[in-house]
């Protein structure tokens, strides 16, 4: 995400969060109605998109990252579906 004036606020607003659920010691909290869930936050810092940069360059790379995300995806299901197949039985 790139920090633009609204997305600095929007990175601000949920920092806040997270640090009030902190102080709390909670994940989440009902504040006015509304619920409040800690939000996890990760700032790549520039080497670490250049580097993204180049790895994405190459196509094979790009393939290889959809391929294991496909694997990962089938693994999840796969495992969702042996919890659900044990629950029933």
Same mark, same amino acid.
């Given at each position: 995400?790139?920090? =633009?004036l609204?997305?600095?606020?929007? %990175? $601000?607003?949920?920092?806040?969060i997270?640090? !009030?659920?902190k +102080? !709390? &010691?909670?994940?989440? +909290?009902?504040? &006015?109605?509304?619920? %409040?869930? $800690?939000?996890p936050?990760?700032?790549?810092?520039?080497?670490?998109?250049?580097? !993204? =940069?180049?790895?994405l360059?190459d196509s094979?790379?790009?393939?290889r990252?959809?391929?294991? &995300?496909?694997?990962e995806?089938?693994?999840?299901f =796969?495992a969702?579906?042996? !919890?659900?197949?044990? @629950?029933? @039985?």
């Amino acid at each position: 995400m790139q920090l =633009t004036l609204p997305n600095t606020r929007i %990175f $601000a607003q949920a920092t806040l969060i997270n640090e !009030m659920l902190k +102080a !709390m &010691g909670k994940q989440n +909290a009902e504040i &006015g109605g509304k619920r %409040f869930f $800690a939000k996890p936050l990760h700032v790549l810092r520039p080497k670490d998109l250049e580097s !993204m =940069t180049i790895s994405l360059k190459d196509s094979s790379a790009q393939k290889r990252y959809f391929e294991l &995300g496909q694997q990962e995806a089938a693994a999840m299901f =796969t495992a969702d579906q042996r !919890m659900d197949d044990a @629950g029933a @039985g």
